[in-house]
Nanobody, 124 residues
Framework: QVQLVESGGGLVQAGDSLKLSCAASGLTFSSAAMGWFRQAPGKEREFVAGTSASGSRTQYGDSVKGRFTIFRDNAKNTLYLQMTSLKFEDTAVYYC?????????????????WGQGTQVTVSS
């Protein structure tokens, strides 16, 4: 069974950096396009970043471009999200996502698997 387990969330101050990890099992990680979404209280789930299976292609949501970096280590079956210059509005539950059906995971991609989420709270 597929498992995506996020870690690295926490409480930080505005301007700080944080790195999220997503450990994947039960799927051929090197064949999966992966990504991150987030959901703040009272808001819809929002696309944050996506990467192709090899990691050679990435894309980002407009609100995080230039501040967040998505990357992966296929040898470790792990996806990462490096977040810098964090803002109060980045506060949300961050979800790892995977799709086996598309080249890259983007805002409108049908996701096959979801993680349980990790909370990121940015104090202003």
């Amino acid at each position: 069974q597929v498992q995506l387990v996020e870690s690295g969330g926490g409480l930080v101050q505005a301007g700080d950096s944080l790195k999220l990890s997503c450990a994947a099992s039960g799927l051929t990680f090197s064949s999966a396009a992966m990504g991150w979404f987030r959901q703040a209280p009272g808001k819809e789930r929002e696309f944050v970043a996506g990467t192709s299976a090899s990691g050679s292609r990435t894309q980002y949501g407009d609100s995080v471009k230039g501040r967040f970096t998505i990357f992966r280590d296929n040898a470790k079956n792990t996806l990462y999200l490096q977040m810098t210059s964090l803002k109060f509005e980045d506060t949300a539950v961050y979800y790892c996502a995977a799709t086996m059906r598309f080249f890259i995971l983007g805002a409108g991609t049908k996701v096959d698997y979801w993680g349980q989420g990790t909370q990121v709270t940015v104090s202003s």
